[in-house]
């Protein structure tokens, strides 16, 4: 039985269309339509529910030792008040989970997980952790709304102040509801989340649409965002079998440290993450082979039409890197169609 | 919801529009592009391609998904809408405007249904 988010009876009422994603109740869409949506978030602003994002606090003296054991990134220099985003490793190198990391003081962090990887990173955190720390669940006390788009700093501006770097965030109030406000998001345009508890989700949802310049968005979008910002998705771009080095998260890895996972990672192969731009006609999705002639290289792990972009767009996992430029062709259900290696993300804003 | 009375449909979501006794042009109805959402692609089916009644003729892509389009009816296909390659929100736009493709020689019609059996095939689907 699928779960409701604190504002499930809203997106009901905005006539979304419901679908059941990760064990949650949520709008694929508004009525407005995905490419509106999306065209909102890169042009202005759109509101998107996300409370069914995990999230897990550790705390005490040994919380920061925990998250470098436990994760791949290195969060001893992460100064209170600032975001750093991270991967949870198997020992063989493939991934548990994405995530990011809050530092909300000395030994308090609080991590943001995946949703439909909350139970198996809770359990595989617990049978990890050493020392001193106080591990806890913490996702049924939030949450979680993210207003991206060029204007959400406007927008949000006339409620409260901003945390004014990318990564970084604030404990503010909306309206005199308690929030913690980040610079964050998972669309590549400029925008915060707000983790607010799940009463005030409502009042603080109705607010931010009170903006004319704001419309509800969909899931639809958040996925068509993401992958046009090169943004790699738990299940597609990484999971169990692909390592953190080939889904090309390269910058969230310290292999100077020691974690979970670490030698699995430096066994793995020269697998690699690449962007394809569709030159011939068509839309390459996930699980399409890609060619260089007759020559298989790999598979699209995500692929779509990119409406800002105006054109298919696709992640791969091929056997190695290859150049921007190099021409490949995407079987799509039998028929080879032509593209082209290119740079990652191929939105930026 | 649009269902035009003048159209026939079969539950597959396509329309028929007969241009003569054995001439037709066919879509896809208003609730099927609604439950489709936003167009991106088209693959129309060649010139001269023999449509097969309830066999897959060509496919349309949302954002999402791809989805099969099935003729409606057999016959040999005699055009197709180009215009659409180019603008497929076309379809969401004006579903009973945008035909995909025309057929000559119609045959195998029994699966043709009228505009008001249609719309209780589509309530039962809503539900």
């Known amino acids: ?349 | 919801m649009k269902t035009p009375v003048e159209l026939k449909y079969v539950k597959t979501h396509e329309w028929v529009r007969f241009t003569s006794d054995t001439e037709c042009e066919v879509g896809l109805s208003d609730f099927a592009q609604d439950a489709l959402g936003d167009l991106v692609f088209v693959n129309l089916p060649e010139v001269d391609a023999e449509a097969v009644k309830g066999e897959t003729i060509c496919d349309v892509e949302s954002v999402k998904a791809v989805s099969d389009v099935y003729a409606p009816v057999s016959g040999t296909v005699t055009e197709i809408n180009e215009e659409l390659l180019d603008a497929p929100e076309k379809i969401n736009e004006d579903p009973y405007g945008a035909w995909l493709f025309r057929l000559s020689d119609v045959h195998d019609t029994e699966d043709l249904v009228d505009a008001e059996t249609y719309e209780k095939i589509c309530a039962e689907e809503g539900n």
């Not at chain 1, 399409?288 to 992640?315: N, R, W």
């Open chain 1, 1 to 349: 039985m699928a779960e409701k988010t604190p504002l499930y009876e809203e997106h009901v009422a905005l006539e979304g269309r419901i679908v059941d994603f990760a064990g949650y109740l949520l709008p694929v869409q508004y009525p407005t339509g995905v490419i509106r949506e999306h065209m909102a978030v890169r042009e202005k602003a759109g509101l998107f529910d996300v409370s069914h994002m995990g999230e897990v606090t550790f705390k005490g003296p040994d919380a920061l030792d925990n998250l470098n054991r436990i994760f791949t990134n290195d969060y001893t220099n992460l100064k209170n008040g600032r975001v750093r985003y991270g991967v949870m490793c198997y020992e063989d190198g493939g991934c548990v989970d994405d995530l990011i990391v809050y530092r909300r003081g000395e030994e308090d962090f609080f991590v943001v997980v995946n949703a439909a990887n909350r139970h198996k990173d809770v359990a595989w955190i617990r049978e990890h952790l050493q020392g001193d720390v106080v591990f806890e669940d913490v996702s049924d006390q939030y949450a979680q709304l993210a207003l991206q788009g060029p204007l959400s700093g406007d927008i949000l501006s006339s409620y409260t102040e901003l945390p004014q770097k990318y990564y970084s965030f604030i404990d503010t109030e909306i309206c005199g509801k308690p929030v913690i406000l980040s610079q964050t998001g998972y669309t590549g345009s400029y925008g915060f989340e707000i983790y607010c508890r799940p009463e005030d989700a409502v009042f603080l949802w109705r607010t931010i649409l009170q903006d004319e310049r704001v419309i509800p968005c969909g899931l639809g979008a958040r996925d068509t965002l993401r992958l046009e910002a090169g943004m790699p998705l738990y299940g597609h771009e990484m999971d169990a079998t692909i390592s953190p080095l080939e889904a090309g998260l390269d910058f969230g890895v310290k292999l100077n440290k020691e974690f979970i996972g670490r030698e699995g990672i430096l066994n793995r192969t020269n697998r690699h993450r690449i962007g394809i731009q569709i030159t011939g006609r068509g839309i390459a999705r996930e699980h399409c082979d890609v060619y260089i002639g007759d020559e298989k290289i790999g598979h699209v792990t995500s692929g779509t039409h990119c409406p800002y972009l105006k054109g298919a767009y696709a992640m791969a996992l091929t056997d190695k890197a290859y150049e921007v430029g190099t021409k490949v062709l995407v079987d799509v259900r039998g028929r080879k169609i032509e593209g082209v290696v290119a740079e990652l993300p191929f939105y930026k804003k």
